[in-house]
């Protein structure tokens, strides 16, 4: 999207499918319609994408372009872009969890690479500690144990998720929020957030996409007892991971990933200078280039010996 032709007052445009895009809806285990993208060869090794808290599937076409020979797969988490809403404001890991579980049964995946960002960086996690015969690979995209609990990054989406606006009274009003809340991205990305976030609503203002009040009140008062110490998940990881963090992030530490480093040697990672907590965002070719050399390094490794 060419930036010069802006205007702030007028809906973004909508955002383009990227050639051969595919759209499905998978069942969720307690009934939630969560809907999934699709990009590459339908063929090709698969990887699993989770976006963050506030973030939808769409995001990851731009690495769906640098990998058209593998298979993408993409969800809206439960309560973001067109999945259900949780009635029960379930925004919690377990249920996560679960929902990666069922696109994983819904497409019949028995090996494949995952990819999670932020928030679905902590499911990711999770899920690869729990199964080490399901997955090739493993690639976090900023986050570590310990960046929801405390610490600069905590504390500053805690407050945007408490000073959250229930919605804007028009385009430019909502284009002026996501340009303060994101001030490192670029147009084209800022647009696409602005299609992917917000819609119009019957009254004519601009309301979110996504569950604001549910998701706001489990991120600023979570029920501890749900939320998940990834240190003991971190230690008990077997598949090979990859750690990408923004050297401008104040989200996740590096001391604690080279922590990680240390009580787990399965583990290796990259900080990309120029990039916040948004790598993917902020250095797209960056990130595209990074996760490509090192998954083609993980084939490399694991690839049968023809002596």
Not at 167 to 174: G, I, L
Request: aromatic share 8%.
């Amino acid at each position: 999207m060419d930036a010069a032709v802006i205007t702030p007052g007028h809906a973004p445009a909508p955002v383009a499918k990227a050639p051969g895009e595919r759209e499905s809806f998978v069942r969720s285990r307690d009934g939630l319609s969560l809907r999934v993208r699709e990009w590459g060869d339908p063929a090709g090794d698969p990887i699993v994408l989770l976006h963050g808290l506030r973030g939808y599937s769409g995001t990851w076409r731009a690495l769906a372009a640098a990998l058209p020979e593998r298979r993408l797969i993409a969800l809206d988490q439960r309560g973001r872009g067109d999945s259900d809403w949780d009635p029960d404001c379930n925004y919690y890991t377990d249920a996560y969890l679960s929902d990666l579980e069922a696109v994983v049964e819904h497409f019949g995946l028995t090996r494949f690479t995952l990819i999670g960002h932020s928030l679905g960086g902590t499911t990711s996690y999770v899920y690869a500690a729990q199964n080490p015969d399901k997955l090739d690979a493993v690639i976090i995209e900023d986050i570590a144990p310990g960046s929801s609990a405390s610490g600069a990054g905590a504390e500053r989406i805690k407050a945007e998720m408490a000073a959250l606006p229930v919605d804007f009274a028009d385009w430019s009003a909502a284009r002026a929020y996501w340009r303060k809340a994101r001030p490192s991205v670029g147009e084209a990305a800022l647009e696409e957030r602005l299609a992917e976030s917000l819609r119009e609503t019957p009254q004519g203002r601009i309301g979110w996409r996504y569950d604001a009040a549910g998701i706001s009140r489990t991120r600023i008062d979570p029920d501890p007892a749900r939320v998940v110490d990834l240190w003991p998940v971190v230690e008990a990881i077997r598949t090979p991971a990859f750690v990408i963090r923004g050297g401008k992030s104040d989200f996740c530490r590096l001391d604690t990933v080279l922590e990680m480093k240390r009580r787990n040697p399965r583990f290796t990672h990259v900080t990309v200078p120029s990039a916040s907590h948004y790598v993917h965002d902020d250095a797209a070719d960056v990130f595209n280039a990074l996760v490509t050399g090192w998954l083609a390094g993980v084939r490399s490794a694991t690839a049968p010996n023809p002596s």
